[in-house]
């Protein structure tokens, strides 16, 4: 294999080693397999082919500064996980067996586990897909649940740089009481054609708003949103938007610097009063905008508003505070008073 550089890693599919697998039929999971043969073979009925019956979690491991392995809050992904495959209808790995295969992905992959000290770490992607054939819109017990695992670095290709977004204004991602609370494939399929016009337009992320009435600020494609408004963190609450589990854990560490949260709906024309303003997640962890464009018609160069959250570029003092204390935590170079590390043992 050849070395990995592990300071230019970006945010890449990657064929590591093996897969870990198991296959609910007959109302039990199949034991675990930890397979090199990293393709499945599907019915062409499948559920997942045709009704994207399909969902999937994101979390990352840490190679930490005293050489311990920490996944970052997996109970939170296990818990989300469970939420998801209930809306679609199907079986979930427990919390134990969710912890077995992400830990038994890591193991048997170590090679790709970046050393610390390189603002890298390995991602875990576990998959849940209905393989049932099947033409009938109805639920039915079957699934492959598998975790696989990518070495990465920065899903924009910078750390903590900041970037533009855009809003797209004729385009939505979730409907009002629709799926957008889900980590379900669907979601992220309704953002590849806008995704695509704005990278072409030099826009990094898409900044969706809520579908009913496009007055409040809903979530990033990829992220939720966060605005700093003096010693305030405030996000948006709305039913369309992914819990995620990054921005649980800024609003925490936000208290802990004494900071007020606020979590509740966003009016646009808010985003004109924050001074610094960003993306959080756990691929983009926290990623300062410098300004957001609000579009009616993507495709077309009429831009209505202009919201500018970093005179100058420069990525603001609480986007780096929080930044820092959030990656201080993951790689071990700061306490961990909250309990979020996850330490796999024997490693
Ligand atoms: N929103 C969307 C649409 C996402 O895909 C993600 C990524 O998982 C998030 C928000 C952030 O969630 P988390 O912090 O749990 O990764
Ligand atoms: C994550 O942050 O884990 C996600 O799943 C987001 C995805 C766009 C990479």
Request: proline share 7%; aromatic share 12%; charged share 20%.
């Amino acid at each position: 294999m050849a070395a990995i550089d592990w300071d230019s890693l970006g945010f890449d599919a990657y064929r590591t080693r093996t897969l870990i697998l198991s296959h609910y039929v007959n109302g039990e999971w199949s034991p675990i397999k930890v397979t090199e043969d990293f393709f499945f073979t599907l019915d062409p009925f499948a559920q997942m082919n045709h009704y994207a019956i399909s969902c999937f979690e994101g979390l990352k491991a840490f190679r930490q500064k005293d050489g311990r392995v920490a996944i970052f809050r997996p109970d939170q992904n296990a818990a989300r996980l469970q939420r998801t495959a209930d809306y679609l209808g199907m079986p979930c790995p427990d919390k134990e067996m969710f912890f077995k295969m992400c830990e038994e992905c890591i193991r048997n992959n170590m090679e790709f586990l970046p050393p610390y000290g390189h603002k890298a770490s390995m991602y875990l992607r576990p998959l849940l897909i209905g393989v049932h054939p099947q033409m009938q819109l109805v639920p039915y017990p079957e699934a492959i649940f598998a975790v696989m695992c990518a070495p990465v670095g920065s899903y924009y290709g910078e750390h903590l740089k900041s970037f533009a977004g855009v809003v797209p204004g004729n385009y939505d991602r979730a409907a009002p009481k629709g799926s957008g609370s889900y980590k379900i494939g669907a979601n992220y399929a309704c953002t590849f054609k806008p995704y695509k016009i704005a990278h072409e337009q030099g826009y990094t992320e898409l900044l969706y708003l809520n579908s009913a009435t496009r007055e409040y600020v809903d979530e990033f494609g990829s992220s939720n949103f966060f605005g700093i408004k003096g010693n305030k963190y405030v996000t948006p609450l709305s039913d369309s938007v992914l819990p995620s589990i990054t921005n649980k854990t800024l609003q925490e560490v936000a208290a802990d610097f004494g900071m007020e949260v606020e979590k509740r709906p966003i009016p646009v024309d808010e985003l004109d009063e924050f001074e610094e303003a960003g993306a959080c997640g756990t691929a983009v962890v926290i990623t300062p905008m410098s300004h957001i464009d609000m579009k009616p018609v993507l495709e077309e160069d009429k831009v209505d508003r202009t919201f500018r959250f970093m005179p100058d570029g420069v990525v603001g003092p609480v986007c780096t505070k929080l930044y820092n204390r959030i990656t201080g935590i993951q790689f071990g170079e700061l306490e961990d008073t909250h309990g979020w590390c996850h330490y796999v043992e024997g490693l």
